[in-house]
C-alpha cells in the first residue's frame, strides 16, 4: 500500500527566507507520481507542482521545487522568497496508477499535511 | 479557464437526513473523483468516474453513499441517513487524463447536528 508521510505538523519562515517542507514516501510501484498541493483556510486544494518518478531532473515551477532523492524515497518542497500569502496547509500526495473498467486511472494518496506560517 | 465548481459550499444538517452535494469538473476533463477530508487529515480517496461509468469505489463509500455522473459531465454524490461521523469536506477533482494533475474544486464543507 502506499504511505505519505510529512513529519512536520508545522513550519515558521521569515518572510522573504526559503523554506523546505518534507515529505516521504512507501511504495513497490516503479511509475507513480508525487504532487505538492497547498490548502489555504478558505479549504480550496491548489496543484503546485508535479514529479515524475522517472524524471531525472527536479520539477521547477515559479518559486516552488521539489527536491527528489528517489533512492531515499523522499519528495521535499522548497519555497523560494516566501510571501504572506504562502501561509497554508501543504500536503504532499503520491499518485498510484490503478486499472479498473479496462483503463488506468490515478489515485492520490496524501500525508496529514504540514502548516506553513510565513511571518512578517 | 473555468475551474471545478462545487455546490453548496456549506451544508448543515440534522443526523437522520439526506444530503446531496454536485460536482462541475473542468468541461473537458472526462476523469472525475471525489475525496473525503475530516478535520487535521489529508483527503482520502472516495471513487473514480471515467465519463459516466463508476469505476471504482473505496471501502469507505458504505451503502448510505452513492455518487452518479449521468451524462459524463456534472457529478452528485448523496448521502443517506448521514451520520455524526459523515462531518467532512468532500472534495471533487478532475483531470483530463490519467497523467495529468488533478484539480481539486474548493470542497462541500458538511456539518451534521
Known amino acids: 500500500a502506499q504511505k505519505i508521510t510529512q513529519t512536520q505538523p508545522g513550519m515558521f519562515v521569515q518572510e522573504k527566507e526559503a523554506v523546505t517542507l518534507d515529505c516521504t514516501y512507501d511504495?513497490?510501484?516503479?511509475?507513480?507520481?508525487l504532487f505538492w498541493y497547498k490548502q489555504p483556510s478558505s479549504g480550496e486544494m491548489i496543484f503546485l507542482i508535479y514529479q515524475g518518478s522517472y524524471d531525472e531532473q527536479n520539477a521547477t515551477e515559479g518559486r516552488y521545487s521539489l527536491n527528489f532523492q528517489k533512492a531515499r524515497k523522499s519528495a521535499n518542497l522548497v519555497i523560494s522568497a516566501s510571501q504572506l500569502g504562502d501561509s497554508a496547509m501543504y500536503f504532499c500526495a503520491m499518485r498510484e496508477y490503478l486499472y479498473a473498467g479496462g483503463t488506468s486511472y490515478g489515485k492520490l494518496t496524501f500525508g496529514q499535511g504540514t502548516i506553513l506560517t510565513v511571518h512578517p | 479557464d473555468t475551474g471545478v465548481s462545487q455546490d453548496p459550499r456549506h451544508k448543515i444538517t440534522k443526523r437522520g437526513q439526506n444530503v446531496t452535494f454536485r460536482c462541475d469538473p473542468i468541461?473537458?476533463?472526462?476523469?472525475l473523483y471525489w475525496y473525503r477530508q475530516t478535520l487535521g487529515q489529508g483527503p482520502e480517496f472516495l471513487t473514480y468516474f471515467q465519463n459516466e461509468a463508476q469505476l471504482e469505489k473505496s471501502r469507505l463509500l458504505s451503502d448510505r453513499f452513492s455518487a452518479e455522473r449521468p451524462k459524463g459531465s456534472f457529478s452528485t454524490l448523496e448521502i443517506q441517513r448521514t451520520e455524526q461521523g459523515d462531518s467532512a469536506m468532500y472534495l471533487c477533482?478532475?483531470?483530463?487524463?490519467?497523467?495529468?494533475?488533478?484539480?481539486f474544486g474548493d470542497g462541500t464543507r458538511l456539518s451534521i447536528l
Open positions: 468541461s473537458e476533463h472526462n476523469r
Open positions: 511504495t513497490s510501484d516503479q511509475s507513480y507520481g
Open positions: 477533482a478532475s483531470s483530463l487524463s490519467v497523467r495529468e494533475p488533478q484539480h
